[in-house]
């Protein structure tokens, strides 16, 4: 008689997710495109039933604080800016064209995300995947 095991891939965790990556320079439209498809094909290993939200990544800023990014399934952008990073609001301004909202959270439209990381460029240090990540604007959706 063969024993039935359960399908443990049901249940999987997802792979540990990688640690902070240094920024490399994106000087380029065609860069920042290369870097997206590469990271949104990254994120997808790591996004599981379990783990389906909060999932985005981070990009730690030279000068201090972090900046949480989350695409929405409808193609929005939401930010969680830190409050060590409410500096870099400006920059975010000028690449989005946006003013700056009340609170630490940004919701763009998905038409400048290469904007903003064009924008953003110069300023990262590193960045790194990130699940679980409690995107406090979810109330907003």
Sequence with gaps: MTRMTPDRHDHADPPPAPQDRPWKDLATIADVDLWIGEHD????RYVTKSYSTG????FTLAAGGDIFLHTTGDGDVVLDVTADAAWAAPVISAATGLPAPRTEMWVLPGDVLTQLILGLNS???????????????RRAF
């Design 123 to 137: 300023l990262i240090a590193s960045s790194r995947i990130v699940v679980g990540h409690n995107f406090r604007a």
């Design 55 to 58: 999932h985005g990544i981070c």
């Design 41 to 44: 094909q990254e994120l997808q």
